[in-house]
């Protein structure tokens, strides 16, 4: 398997611009994990589902912030409009049930300015 | 809410020495407690995962223990190599929960 997959690697944006981030996770795995790490808060969980079914959103910052799971094989993390403070690396993490250890992927690198 | 503490944020040592991160986290229910490795750029690998009913767990020249009583794990590092700079991340899942609790990460660079 190639691991969790993310894109772009690399985004640069303009201030209020929408920024769209995708994740594949690995097959078979039915938990997926939005993180956002940055200097002053290292590692802050946005997001996770279940089976394609969103369970815990409280990490989301604001409404500007949306996450959506249409099949097993595919998420998105969505800013509209994006803001400097945004910027960060964003990981997706995934695992199957039974499991605690997390795969993570190479995360996406967001610079808004 | 829990909170994880890593001290310290660096710490440069030469080649050869062994060495100890340290992590400290509050809420003592935790379920188990993973030690990662973050490469400049890249994503988190998982090196260690100590269940909560562990005291340590070995991978190679790394050794990690769990000290729940104190809130306390700590990473040793074996015979340092320049290949072992990076930045170590720990993380606790707590019981009942799916997500993890990352701190903020020790910076590791070892000298040749």
């Known amino acids: 398997d190639a691991g969790v997959i993310q894109s772009p690697r690399h985004e640069v944006t303009e201030m209020g611009q929408e920024v769209t981030l995708r994740c594949k996770p690995i097959?078979?795995?039915?938990?997926l994990f939005w993180y956002r790490q940055t200097m002053m808060r290292g590692l802050e969980l946005l997001i996770y589902?279940?089976?394609?079914?969103?369970?815990?959103d409280s990490g989301m910052p604001e409404d500007r912030f949306s996450a959506k799971m249409p099949n097993a094989s595919f998420s998105t993390l969505k800013i509209q409009p994006s803001e400097p403070r945004d910027s960060a690396v964003y990981f997706c993490?995934?695992?199957?049930?039974?499991?605690?250890?997390?795969?993570f992927g190479q995360g996406t690198r967001l610079t808004v300015v | 809410k829990q909170e994880v503490t890593q001290i310290p944020a660096a710490l440069s040592v030469p080649e050869g020495e062994n060495l100890v991160l340290n992590c400290s986290f509050t809420?003592?229910?935790?379920?188990?407690l993973q030690w990662f490795r973050q490469d400049p750029g890249k994503g988190l690998t998982s090196l260690l995962l100590?269940?909560?009913?562990?005291r340590e767990q070995t991978s190679g020249r790394l050794n990690a223990s769990l000290d729940k009583s104190s809130g306390r794990s700590t990473l040793y590092i074996a015979a340092s190599q320049p290949g072992d700079s990076a930045t170590y991340l720990c993380?606790?899942?707590?019981?009942?929960?799916?997500?993890?609790?990352f701190g903020t990460g020790t910076r590791l660079t070892v000298i040749p």
């Open positions: 589902f279940n089976n394609n079914v969103p369970i815990d």
């Open positions: 809420d003592s229910a935790i379920y188990n």
């Open positions: 100590i269940q909560s009913s562990q």
């Open positions: 993380a606790a899942k707590l019981t009942g929960a799916n997500n993890l609790f």
């Open positions: 993490a995934s695992r199957p049930s039974g499991v605690t250890e997390a795969f």
């Open positions: 097959s078979g795995h039915d938990y």
